[in-house]
């Protein structure tokens, strides 16, 4: 895949060898102390190595935060903003995947706009934040190692609130532009960085770009522009992501980091829906089940609840997941998109039932209910309840 760079408002660098770029950008911004976000895997698997001695070779100092974990919680945005604060730092670099990257932003925009993270909650589209971020966030350096996030790129976070047991939307998009927004301001985006990814992350996070792209491409309140980028992304997931999964081929593994990166760019844009506002929710509930997981588990019957609303997006959606959608009825080409993912996920060996992920089934209809309080299932092409949704996590159940 070609290499590049560009800027929108992120500075983007794209390709292999893009991580080891964190000094020279840093140069070229007059930055002189860091600090890395991270977790203790990452560090152990050797993914904050090269950008150690990056900044090494820049002359540049540099503190290790390491205490983040998978679904973070708001002690964890804490604790890293202490060590920001702490170090004197004047850029951040968070190293990992989604989790990593959420706390490396909220932490970076908390530093500097203070408050606490529940200020910045996302309650409603309409109200899109408590808080306005006023203040640009320490400038912050993203460097993903999963394909599937696109937090590298977005303008949100998703933290946890323990205490709800209730994962937090928190964003603010640029109001103007150069106005500061929660996000990163460089994006090195190098996908020599997921090589050593197991198979089973490989999977749940690519699920997971694919499952932006699908809910953008379907969501009521998404713009034109998102359609030839979502529906791209969908078409390289299918044809990329079993291969990434069975033989962790570079090759592969360019192409689904390459689509999971379109994908942030299109959460900029694009409204969510049903299977985030599900995911997200068991996610805070059980912290242990992958996000990606999560998702794949209530995709099929999101799609299934919400195909006879939009069967024309639908047909589309199949058409770009490989299905021959030639002669079909609109219906039933609609009906194909469904059955495709679910033949991914069992190409993919993702989880397709809460139960065997450890969900009681008790908790079917708080997941139901708290899933109503989400900001994202105001952005379902079909309008949904909570007995609506009881449905739909009973038959993913
Ligand atoms: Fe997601």
Redesign the pocket.
């Known amino acids: 895949m070609d290499e590049y760079t560009f800027s929108f408002p992120i500075w983007v660098e794209f390709g292999t060898g893009a991580s080891g770029k964190v000094g020279e950008i840093a140069e070229t911004q007059g930055w002189d102390r860091a600090v890395i976000v991270t977790d203790p895997g990452i560090v152990e698997a050797g993914l904050t190595d090269g950008i150690v001695d990056a900044l090494e070779t820049a002359g540049i100092a540099y503190d290790l935060s390491d205490g983040v974990r998978p679904n973070p919680t708001v002690s964890m945005v804490e604790e890293t903003a202490e060590t920001i604060e702490a170090s004197g730092a004047d850029f951040v670099v968070a190293v990992g995947g989604g989790s990593v990257m959420d706390v490396g932003k909220t932490a970076s925009m908390l530093v500097t706009n203070g408050g606490t993270v529940a200020d910045y909650e996302v309650v409603t589209d309409e109200d899109v934040v408590a808080e306005p971020v006023e203040n640009h966030p320490v400038p912050l350096v993203t460097v993903p190692t999963t394909a599937g ?1 696109g937090s590298e790129v977005d303008f949100w976070a998703v933290i946890t609130d323990t205490e709800r047991e209730f994962k937090m939307a928190l964003g603010q998009p640029p109001l103007y532009p150069g106005g500061p927004y929660l996000g990163a301001s460089v994006s090195l985006v190098d996908p020599a960085l997921t090589e050593s990814l197991p198979p089973r992350q490989t999977a749940a996070t690519g699920f ?1 770009a694919l ?2 792209a699908l809910e953008n491409y379907v969501s009521a309140v998404s713009p034109p522009l998102v359609t030839p980028m979502a529906l791209h992304v969908m078409e390289l997931i299918a044809e990329y992501l079993p291969e990434a999964y069975h033989d962790g081929t570079m090759e592969a593994r360019e192409h689904v980091m390459f689509a999971a990166h379109l994908a942030g760019m299109g959460e900029n844009l694009a409204g969510f829906g049903a299977i ?1 506002s599900l ?1 997200e929710v068991t996610g805070a509930m059980y912290p242990d089940i992958p ?2 997981e999560a ?1 794949a588990i209530f995709t099929p019957a999101v799609m299934e609840f919400n195909r006879t609303a939009i069967p024309e997006r639908y047909r589309d959606v199949a058409a770009a997941l490989g299905e021959d959608v030639e002669g079909l009825s609109v219906e039933e080409a609609a009906r194909r998109a469904v059955e495709a993912v679910e033949d991914l996920m069992d190409e993919l060996d993702l989880p397709s039932r809460l139960r065997d992920v450890g969900v009681a089934e008790e908790d079917l209809r708080t997941i139901a209910e708290k899933s109503m309080a989400t900001s994202e299932i105001g952005d379902n092409p079909r309008e949904a309840d909570a007995d609506d949704l009881l449905e739909i996590a009973r038959n993913s159940y």
Do not use: E, L
């Open positions: 996030t997971d499952s932006h985030h995911a996000h990606g998702i």
